[in-house]
């Protein structure tokens, strides 16, 4: 058994399907077909039943019994055949046995207990009975056996009827039924696979489609599918084309990231090279930089290895996946952390004044994230602010303001600013990979908040982060012992 069900689990579906619909209906078919069969049969035996019993009945059948035993063992000559058929079995069964048959009985019924039964109950006059049973050549009868008081004592009359028409008559009602849910069945097996084939054509395009996508890598392939259809296949489709569109965008977004990396990486790369083959040539010539120069050359060489390690950080923060980010996500005291972000932010700008005014605010997030995002916030409002100027932030009720006064951002330049290493034409000459803002919006979106930047009235830019949370901390779940 459990090899026939892993061998059908390695048929294709259409063909398991057919094969149960084939299953379903074969069982529906036979049991119809058994239950007409059984009814047939109680409607022919009611039928012949019907006939015993109006032989059984006739007038003067106790006397033409009295007459059979009279005669026995010896033929009756001219026994009464009034009502009697030319096809029936007339017998009288005596109490120990014997069997005295009327000469116009079509022939001898074997006695069965139910005979001796019946002549055990005659004195008590109980009912006729029906059984089947077997002529003295061993051929199917019917028997209607009723007990009877003669002179000679108990006994029993047996009138029976052949059954050799009735079995041959349920017997080609059971072929026929046969044919008939042999071909219902094949019938249904062929309408079973062409309703499996219907039914599974998108799912064969969709494995069409997967095949496609994985032979050629080609993810801008679609499935068709009607808009107002929302059966499971259709939804299927729905899902895997959603697939493909991201992941073809997130292929984009990662060709477009190495494009752009490698674009910023070649700059600082380039500077360092020519820096250290200054150095190199110097030193193999004999001819030592100055003083000076050495040290320009080497404080240049610093800042772009800086300039190269925190972009590679940067690359490394965006390339991490949501699982990963998931399992640090803890409650985070959003005003201790934009207080730690203003330390750094101040050590980073000492000529600049940075004024806060912080409330309490608790929300769900990567603590360092968090903090980082803050950061690029306030490096950003550093960078911009001339020197001497004032830097304004703000925490209330979960809505993080950074407002700083410098020359601000062109209306034009908005929609740009959360891109991967766009910059400013005005700022590609300061420090900076252009990732900082980028960090910040997937860092705010993964913790459930908005971010957003927009220039500030009387000049400057205002930076707004809204995150989700509540002034005071959640309550502490219990771990479970």
Known sequence: MNKLVRRLRTLPIRARLSMLVAAAVAFAVA?????????????????????????????????????????????????????????QYFQVVREDGTVCVNPYSVGKVKVSGTDKDVIRNAAANGDGVYHDGTDENGDPVRVFTVPLMTSDGPAALAIATPLKSTHSTLNELALILL?????????????????????????????????????????????PVEDESDDEVARL????????????????????????????????????????????????????????????????????????????????????????????????????????????????????????????????????ALERAVVNILDNAVKFSPEGGTIEVRLTDGVLTVRDHGPGIPEDELPYVFDRFWRSPDARAL?????????????????????????????????TVRLPGAPVPPPEVPEAP
């Open 179 to 223: 044919l008939v849910s042999g071909i219902g069945v094949v019938g249904a097996g062929a309408a079973g696979l062409a309703v499996a084939r219907a039914g599974l054509r998108p799912v064969d395009k969709l494995t069409e489609a997967v095949e496609h996508v994985a032979r050629t890598e080609d993810l801008g392939i679609r499935i």
């Open 237 to 368: 489709s729905r899902s895997f084309n959603s697939m493909t569109a991201s992941l073809a965008d997130s292929r984009e977004l990662q060709q477009q990231l190495i494009a752009d990396a490698g674009h910023e990486l070649r700059t600082p790369l380039t500077s360092l090279r020519t820096n250290i083959e200054l150095l190199t040539r110097s030193e193999e010539t004999g001819r030592p930089l100055p003083a000076a120069d050495r040290k320009a050359l080497l404080d240049s060489v610093k800042a772009q290895m800086s300039e190269l390690a925190a972009l590679i950080g940067d690359l490394q923060v965006l390339s991490r996946s949501e699982g990963q980010r998931g399992e640090r996500v803890q409650v985070v005291s959003l005003e201790d952390t934009v207080e730690s972000a203003l330390r750094r932010a101040r050590l980073r700008g000492p000529e600049l004044t940075i004024t806060a005014t912080l409330e309490p605010w608790f929300t769900r997030a990567e603590p360092a």
């Open 31 to 87: 049991a119809v077909s058994v239950t007409c069969w059984f009814i047939v049969q109680g409607k022919l035996y009611d039928q012949l039943d019907g006939d015993l019993l109006k032989t059984a009945q006739r007038p003067g059948l106790l006397d033409q019994a009295q007459s059979v035993l009279t005669g026995c063992p010896q033929e009756v000559q001219g026994g009464d055949a009034r009502g009697f058929s030319g096809n």
């Open 431 to 463: 420090p900076g990979s252009g990732l900082g803002l980028s960090i910040v919006v997937r860092t705010v979106r993964e913790a459930g908040g908005q971010v957003t930047l927009a220039r500030a009235e009387g000049g400057g830019t205002v930076a």
